[in-house]
């Protein structure tokens, strides 16, 4: 625990000196929020206000975009040479990995009180309870710390930071074929199976129906039991390819 807090710091400082990158991370989110918001919510039905619809789409949209820096920042470590430093000073695998997953945890954080303050102004309107805005952040957390383990493991299986890079692309492109930003049913009759059946459509939903105090059924079980699958993923993964990286 010791030396997963003490990496943890670290990560967050290497994130202060790449500020281009973090400030990235938290404005294109925001920048396709209004995009969308601006130029394509007036010809988008979706029954609601669309800022209110689109909000809890583009909560993940960020959390890829916070995640995709951690496995970048794994695979520079890899090939930079510091592990072979923390092996020598008796730091395992798990700790180095936790260390990344928790600063990304926390940089996401921000982001997402960056993202819902944006929202907010443009006339975001919330009608969640006290339990629901409990029951959505603990959804959002989950969500944030599984696709952080997911990254950093991630960063292990690439050859370099560029690569880690590219493979994240396919985390930060999940929710595009989703309810994120246009109700699923508008979409081709081909593409509704893997829409409705991915990792990011029932967090989506689950966000969306606690946040506007709506019924939400099982889905935010359904949204548990897939964070859940990615963080097993993420954490068991990421040793095996940390032992096998550094044996």
Same mark, same amino acid.
């Given at each position: 625990m010791s030396d997963a807090l003490t990496l943890t710091g670290r990560g967050i400082r290497l994130s202060r000196r790449n500020v281009d990158a973090v400030i990235t991370s938290m404005m294109l989110p925001v920048m396709l929020m209004l995009i969308f918001v601006y130029f394509f919510g007036g010809a988008i039905d979706t029954g609601t206000e669309y800022v209110t619809y689109v909000v809890p789409g583009v909560l993940l949209l960020c959390a890829g975009f916070g995640a995709a820096g951690t496995a970048v920042t794994v695979s520079d470590d890899m090939k930079g040479g510091i592990i072979d !430093?923390?092996? *020598?000073?008796?730091?395992?695998?798990?700790?180095?990995?936790?260390g990344h997953a928790a600063a990304s945890?926390? !940089?996401?954080? $921000?982001?997402?009180a960056l993202v819902l303050g944006v929202a907010f102004a443009i006339g975001f309107r919330p009608e969640a309870t006290p339990a629901g805005w409990l029951a959505a952040t603990g959804l959002l957390l989950a969500f944030i710390v599984a696709i952080s383990w997911l990254s950093a493991a991630i960063g292990l299986l690439a050859k370099s930071p560029e690569s880690a890079g590219g493979f994240t692309f396919f985390m930060m492109f999940l929710p595009y074929p989703s309810s994120a930003? $246009?109700?699923?049913?508008?979409?081709p009759s081909w593409?509704?199976?893997f829409a409705e059946h991915q990792p990011v459509t029932p967090v989506i939903? *689950?966000?969306?129906?606690?946040?506007?105090?709506?019924?939400v059924g099982n889905t935010p079980w359904?949204?548990?039991?897939?964070?859940a699958g990615l =963080?097993? =993923?993420?954490? $068991?993964g990421g040793s095996l390819l940390f032992r096998l990286r550094t044996r």
């Open positions: !430093r923390f092996r *020598s000073l008796d730091i395992g695998g798990i700790p180095i990995l936790t945890t926390a !940089r996401n954080l $921000v982001s997402t930003f $246009v109700p699923i049913d508008t979409m593409l509704h199976g939903e *689950s966000l969306r129906g606690l946040l506007l105090g709506q019924p359904i949204a548990l039991a897939w964070c =963080l097993a =993923l993420g954490t $068991v």
